[in-house]
C-alpha cells in the first residue's frame, strides 16, 4: 500500500490524497445506517488526467475504487465496502458550457446541483435545471447515476438520468470515453440518434465506470410560481387526484406527503402542485384548470383545497426543500433513513398503507410521501424514518423499519430505488436469470479486474 500510495501522491499531490485515521474514518459511513466501512486511503483528483492515472493504477494493482459525489446517497453507496481507494469528486465542479439556444449544460462530475442552480441565476436567469429534494452539495454525476428526480420530473423529463444529453466516463481500465452526440461532433445537445451507450453507467452505482462530465437539459424558467395544495382523507383517492392534476398539464411539479405533524395534517394527505407562470393572468389559469379537475370531490365535501399560510407555501416553494432533510432533527441523534422506491401510480395506497404499519408496529415517527415522474407514469414513494445515532435500540428500529420498507415496496410491484447491499440482493433475487446474465457480462467486459465498488450489484 505504501508503494501505491506514493504513486497516488505523485499524480495528484500530497495536499489531495490523505490515509489519516480521521479522514478514513470520515469517508468510512454515510448519514444512514449502513455499516463503516474503512477505505485504505482517500484521494481527490483535479483532472480527467488524474482519473484516468489512477484506475489505470488500480486496475494494475487490483486495488478497489469508490467514485463518491456529495456523499448523501444515505444507502452506503459509497461507503467502501471493500476497503480500497474512495475517490472524492468534488474538486472537479466546473460549470464547462452553457447552450442558451440549445438549452442544455456541460458540467464536471463534482459539481453540486446548488453550483449550477447558483451559476444559472447569475449568467442565464432565463433558464434553470431541475433541482432534487437534497442538500445543494449533492452533485449532479451522483444524482443522475442513481436514476435521481426533482421539481421538473413531472412536467419536463422524467427521472434526471432521462435528462442526460452526453456523458463523459473514465473506465476501469483508464480508458476515456464520451456518450452522445459529444462523441461524434462537439456538441453535447443530445444521446439520439447514436447508440445509447449512457446506460451503461446509470443506475450501476459506480461499478462500471466513472462519469468525470455530465450534458444535462436546461428548462425555460418562468417569472413566477405558486402553490395549491389538495387535502384527501381517503387514501384511495390519491392515484385519481393525481391523475387529474397532471392530466391538465398545468402543474410543473406534483408531489404528495403524509407526516403526523403540523397537527392539520393528521389523517389526512396533502397532494401540492406547483404551478409557474409567466403572467398573472397565466397563473390565473391555470390554478383555474386544476381546481376544475378536482370539482366532483370538493362539491361532494368528500375533499377540498386548503390554503396554506404564507411561511408554508415558501417551504413549498423551495428547490430544493429543506423540510425533508430537517427531518434528521426530529429526534435527538440527528440521524434518519430515508427509503426510496418507485411503484406504479396506482400502488400508492398500499405503500401509504405499508410506511404507516411499519411506523404503528415498530413505534416510530415517519414521514411518507411521493414524487410524481412525467404523468403519472409513476412515482418515487419515500419512507422516511428518523433514528438516534447515538441509541442502538433507535437505530435497530430504524432498521427494522428500512427492510420492511424495501419488502412492501418489492409485493407491490415496485423496485427499492437507490438500494442498499441487502435490497440489491433482494432485487437480484427476482431478477429474469437472462438480464443477471447480461449483467454479468457487461461487467466483465468493463471491468476485468472487478475493481469498481465492489460488494454493490454482485451478481
Not at 202 to 218: E, M
Not at 328 to 342: N, R
Not at 407 to 425: C, F, T
Request: net charge negative; with cysteine; glycine share 10%.
Amino acid at each position: 500500500m505504501s508503494d501505491i500510495y506514493s504513486e497516488i501522491e505523485r499524480i495528484v499531490g500530497g495536499n489531495n490524497v490523505s490515509r489519516s485515521s480521521e479522514e478514513k474514518y470520515l469517508y468510512s459511513r454515510d448519514q444512514g445506517l449502513q455499516r463503516p466501512h474503512d477505505p485504505d486511503c482517500v484521494v481527490l483528483p483535479g483532472t480527467v488526467q488524474d482519473v484516468q492515472e489512477i484506475l489505470r493504477l488500480a486496475n494494475r494493482e487490483k486495488m478497489p475504487v469508490v467514485p463518491m459525489g456529495g456523499g448523501l446517497v444515505l444507502s452506503g453507496l459509497s461507503i467502501p465496502q471493500r476497503g480500497g481507494i474512495v475517490m472524492d469528486m468534488k474538486r472537479m465542479n466546473r460549470v464547462l458550457e452553457v447552450n442558451e439556444a440549445c438549452r442544455y449544460a456541460v458540467v464536471e462530475a463534482g459539481t453540486g446541483t446548488g453550483m449550477l442552480k447558483a451559476y444559472l441565476e447569475r449568467h442565464h436567469p432565463k433558464l434553470k435545471s431541475s433541482m432534487p429534494d437534497a442538500p445543494p452539495i449533492a452533485t449532479i454525476a451522483g444524482n443522475v447515476a442513481i436514476h435521481g428526480s426533482g421539481h421538473l420530473s413531472q412536467s419536463e423529463g422524467g427521472f434526471h438520468s432521462e435528462m442526460v444529453t452526453g456523458l463523459e466516463v473514465v473506465l476501469p481500465t483508464g480508458e476515456l470515453v464520451r456518450l452522445g452526440s459529444c462523441s461524434t461532433v462537439p456538441g453535447w445537445f443530445s444521446r439520439a440518434p447514436l447508440p445509447d451507450l449512457a446506460g451503461l453507467f446509470l443506475g450501476w452505482n459506480g461499478t462500471t465506470g466513472i462519469i468525470t462530465k455530465v450534458g444535462i437539459k436546461l428548462y425555460p424558467k418562468p417569472a413566477m410560481s405558486d402553490v395549491v395544495a389538495f387535502m384527501t382523507e381517503d387514501l384511495d383517492t390519491l392515484p385519481d387526484v393525481i391523475g387529474r392534476i397532471t392530466g391538465t398539464e398545468m402543474a410543473e411539479d406534483v408531489a404528495m406527503m403524509i407526516a403526523p405533524k403540523p397537527d392539520m395534517f393528521r389523517g389526512f394527505q396533502l397532494t401540492a402542485a406547483t404551478v409557474t407562470a409567466n403572467s398573472k393572468d397565466e397563473m390565473k389559469m391555470r390554478i383555474a384548470v386544476i381546481r376544475e379537475s378536482l370539482r366532483e370531490y370538493y362539491e361532494r365535501k368528500e375533499a377540498g383545497f386548503a390554503p396554506i399560510p404564507p411561511a408554508m407555501k415558501e417551504k413549498l416553494s423551495e428547490q430544493p426543500q429543506k423540510t425533508l432533510t430537517g427531518f434528521a432533527d426530529v429526534l435527538k441523534g440527528g440521524g434518519f433513513e430515508y427509503v426510496g422506491g418507485i411503484i406504479p401510480t396506482d400502488k400508492i395506497p398500499g405503500a401509504a398503507r405499508s410506511g404507516l404499519e411499519i411506523a404503528e408496529r415498530m413505534g416510530i415517527t415517519y414521514s411518507l410521501g411521493a414524487r410524481v415522474i412525467g404523468r403519472a407514469h409513476c412515482v418515487m414513494f419515500f419512507f422516511a424514518y428518523p433514528f438516534n445515532r447515538a441509541d442502538e435500540r433507535s437505530m435497530e428500529q430504524a432498521g427494522s423499519a428500512l427492510e420492511q420498507a424495501n419488502m412492501a415496496i418489492l409485493s407491490l410491484g415496485g423496485i427499492p430505488w437507490k438500494a442498499e447491499v441487502p435490497a440489491q440482493e433482494l432485487i437480484l433475487e427476482r431478477m429474469d436469470p437472462a438480464t443477471k446474465d447480461l449483467m454479468v457480462k457487461i461487467k466483465n467486459t468493463l471491468d476485468p479486474n472487478g475493481i469498481m465498488n465492489p460488494g454493490n450489484w454482485e451478481v
